[in-house]
Every structure is written in structure tokens, then in C-alpha cells.
């Protein structure tokens, strides 16, 4: 008697696998679309020279590292000397430009950590409120010149170039200490102490800005790694500056590289992604998501780029200020728009 052979693959079968796979697609689709497609387009080609006004911001975020990861150099808790002459030279620039500077100081390990807030007051919509943020503080016994005195000098020269030019909405330019570890992402964080005290505050925070190692470029092929899953959809050089939120602040995101490419002639990346993607959640924008409040991280994408992460080489000259003034530049223009209804 010969056995009937069993047919694994029948219409109704592949009909439930083609839907299946069709699904899939678009629900990729969908994802992609939501979260990695940005607005506009990225700058190719070689960049323009800079215009004399940059050429001065050049040299001005220079200035700034150079204070920052040289003459002061290691900036932590376990350097708590020149974590305080960080903090004093911080306050005095943004003094400078004509701020009031209020310092919120607490105890980080025991050491003074102040939270420096100067805050350029809006004019019809006062209550609603733009944070430009960076930590001051290096991984413990390097220079952070990349991380992140480079942030800071951006949030100074931004705070510089609106001082004295109020926009419709409130702009707060604040310098956090205790972002790296061991603080990071502990109740002594600056960053988070800040959030929790502007939440509880009842603070309408509808954007903040974390500046996060923005000065070191390059241009060779495979100069450029990413998170597991991620690189394939992403340029191999790290030539770019990059966006980076979580799900949640997707739509702030699209707006800020929307501005970006529409103003500024330098390649940018921009994703939206899990907060559980590796590096998505490594600064101090993170503190904003806990308490509820839109933030995404400007970055150079720091380990993902820069071999001299969390390292003794984190040197002032390894960093690339002409590229940092077209990105600063454009980051003005970006919060020029976020600030205007």
C-alpha cells in the first residue's frame, strides 16, 4: 500500500506566510518611517569655508576647551579642586555675556557640584521653556576635551550669541556636573537632580538640548561604528553630527533636524530609537525622559567614533573646531526656531 506524502507547503499555507511577510514589511515600513526617516536631507560634499563669523566661533570654542581640558584638566568628584575651578570658569563666561547665573549647588560624593542655570527670559510666551544643556564634569583622571568640554564651549557660545535678544519662548542654558560615572544615572546626577526639581517645579520644559561630544570627525570609510542592528542603515564615515532621542520625543527630533539641514551645509544623521539601543540613553538628556519631559542628545556619537574616549589622549588638539563651529552654528539656528511659535 504506498503512504500518502505529507505536503508541508499548501496553498493556505503560503498564502498565511505571504501575509505574514507583508506585514512584516510594513510594519518596518512604518517603523522606519516614524523613526529613522529624518526631514531633508544631509549635506554631501565637501564642506563650505567658513564665513568670518564662524571663523571667530572657531576660535572661541577653542578658547573654551582649551581652559576647560588643559589649563584645568581633570573635572570630577575625585578631582573636586578642579571640578569647583571648572565650575567658577562656567559661571564667569556666562556672567560675561550678561547673564545672572544661579547656582544650585548640592553635594556630589561629599564635594560641592553646582548646576549652572542662566536663563534668557521669553517675551509672549514666557512659560514655555528650551534647555541647552552639557556636563562639565571628564571621566575620572582624563581631560574630556571631546567629552565634554566641547559641549560646554557650545552651550557658552550659544548663550553668548542670544544674550540680549530675547525670543517668545524662555531659553535656559544649564551646565551639569556628575554626568559620568559612578554618578551617572544616580540620584546625585546633576542633570537629573535638575529635571526632578523643574518637574516638581511644574517647569513647561517642551525641549531640551543635550551637547554631547561634538568635536571630533572623520572621514575615512569604516571610521564609523554603531550599536548592534544599526550600521547598515547609517554612513561609515563619521563625518557627521548626529540627533538622537527616544521614541517618545521623535517629533522634537524630526523638528531639530529639519532646522539643522535647512540652515546648516554639514552632514547629519538623525534617529529615534529604543532607550534600551546601547549609547541612545548616554547623557544627560536621560534625566529629561525620566520626569517626562522631550529631549534629544547632539552628538559626535562619542565611543561609536572617538578612540580617545574616556581616555588620557582626550586632548584639546584632537579636535576639529572648524567642524564644531558649522555644527554650533547650525544649533543656534535650530534654537532660534524652537523658540519662535
Known sequence: MRTPRLRLWNRRTLRRLGLLFALIGV???LAWNALLRMPGSSHRGPLPSLTPEQSVLAAELRSHVEVLASSIGRRSTFHPKQLAESALYLK???ASSGYEVRDHSFAGRGSPAPNLEATLAGTSLASEIIVIGAHYDSYQGTPGADDNASGCAAVLALAKRFANTP?????RFVLFPN?????F???EMGSLIYAKACRAANDNIIAMLSLETIGYYRDEPGSQKYPPLIGGLFPSEGNFIAFVSDVSSRGLLK???????EHAAFPSEGAALPNGVPGVGWSDHWAFWQVGYPALMVTD???FRNPNYHQPTDTPDTLDYERMAHVVDGLGHVI??????
Request: positive net charge.
Open 27 to 29: 510594519g518596518l515600513l
Open 92 to 94: 564667569t563666561q556666562l
Open 167 to 171: 525670543q517668545p519662548r524662555t531659553i
Open 179 to 183: 554626568e559620568e560615572p559612578p554618578l
Open 185 to 187: 544615572q544616580t540620584p
Open 255 to 261: 523638528r531639530v533636524v529639519a532646522t539643522f539641514r
Open 301 to 303: 556619537t562619542a565611543p
Open 336 to 341: 532660534r526656531s524652537l523658540a519662535v511659535p
